[in-house]
């Protein structure tokens, strides 16, 4: 019987190798994409924290409130940076997503193909199995006449 040989058996590989690579990048940007979160998170939580720790009412001087008002907005800056890096990340996120959904859906067309290509040697194989059988019937019954 003949082994069933998939001609695109090569370009099924290298799309499995293309959607692994990208699924191992949209990982990677995800944990970055994680830490920036986490980081935003702890810098926006340290910045509540100042504001309710500052005591409003007892006297200070003019200089450490100054001090006190440019941390506070130095913080608010690098919170807006981070937003933004974590905007940018979730764009790349999303971009590196959609390469994966486009990686995966053409493995699975290749896929689709060797499935059918293997149903039809299958049908193919199994027809002239029958047809030997047959052959191989008929002469049995031949030779016993």
Sequence with gaps: MKRFTFKLE????YKKAVE???VREL????????????RLSNMAQYYEDLITGFDADAE??????TLYTNHLKGIKEDIKEAENVVQI??????EKREE?????TERKTI????????DLHNVEMTRLEQK??????????RNKE
Excluded: C, H, Y
């Design 132 to 141: 030997t059988l047959d052959e191989v019937a008929s002469n049995l019954s």
């Design 20 to 22: 692994d690579m990208t």
């Design 89 to 94: 990340f979730t764009k790349k996120w999303e």
């Design 27 to 38: 990982g990677l940007i995800m944990v970055q994409l994680e830490k920036e979160k986490e």
């Design 111 to 118: 896929e689709t193909l060797k499935k059918r290509g293997l």
């Design 60 to 65: 200070r001087p003019v200089t450490d409130i």
């Design 10 to 13: 090569s370009v099924l590989g």
């Design 100 to 104: 994966v959904i486009k990686a995966t």
